[in-house]
């Protein structure tokens, strides 16, 4: 079945640097993914939908400037967590739509950053 | 606003059956979703239900009541691989953002 591919798996930078995480669609197009951040014992939050070809949606209260978001092609979309701070240490997950199992999502393996 | 409201944990024994339920109120509707997520990994499928009903798949089983907000994901002749967070979802209409609520934490034990 479809595959949706996350790395790096986990990343541990220092504090103001900046980390890149990839989403990939694996044997089919993705137009649209979503980005999701995981704090422990909670539940998923939606950052943002990304577009491919424009403007990612970006959820009320997150920082469009802080949390780069490109979908420069059909397969790949990528999170770009700028300037980095430790409060920004979290589970980060993206998902598609894959029009497998009812539309519902097929999740990447997920980032665990950790901001040192 | 969007709210789902599900246990924080369960416990049951293994070879038993547990219920987990979800209410939901959210602006619009267009599916209710179960994932199961183990720690430190993704969310898995595990159903899905759009119209009221019970919808059965091997061990799991999915119900949903539109008019009351309400859906409960059961499982039978639980495993200990069970123990897992089990999260209820609701897509939006208009697209196929989906919210999510906080996941229940169900503990299978001997």
């Known amino acids: 079945g479809a595959v949706v591919s996350q790395h790096p798996s986990w990343v541990i930078c220092k504090s103001g640097t900046s980390v890149k995480i990839e989403c990939r669609s694996l044997?089919?197009?993705?137009?649209?993914m979503f980005w999701y951040r995981q704090f422990p014992k909670q539940s998923l939050m939606l950052m943002a939908t990304?577009?491919?070809?424009?403007?990612?949606?970006?959820e009320q209260g997150v920082e469009k400037d802080k949390f780069l978001i490109n979908h420069a092609s059909l397969t790949l979309s990528t999170l770009t967590v700028t300037s980095a701070h430790p409060e920004d240490s979290s589970f980060y997950i993206c998902s598609a739509i894959t029009g497998q199992e009812n539309y519902g999502y097929t999740f990447g393996s997920g980032t665990r950053l950790t901001v040192v | 606003g969007q709210n789902i409201d599900q246990p924080t944990e369960m416990t049951a024994t293994e070879g038993a059956i547990v219920q987990i339920n979800c209410t939901y109120q959210t602006s619009g509707f267009n599916g209710l979703f179960w994932y199961q997520q183990h720690a430190g990994e993704a969310p898995t499928f595990l159903s899905y239900?759009?119209?009221?009903g019970l919808e059965e798949k091997g061990r799991f089983s999915s119900f949903l009541s539109r008019s009351k907000g309400y859906s409960y994901l059961l499982l039978k002749e639980l495993q200990m691989k069970d123990s897992a967070s089990y999260l209820c979802?609701?897509?939006?209409?208009?697209?196929?953002?989906?919210?999510f609520g906080a996941g229940t934490r169900l503990f299978v034990k001997a």
């Open positions: 239900n759009v119209l009221d």
């Open positions: 979802a609701v897509r939006d209409t208009g697209g196929f953002k989906t919210i």
């Open positions: 990304s577009n491919e070809g424009s403007k990612a949606t970006y």
């Open positions: 044997d089919f197009q993705a137009t649209t």
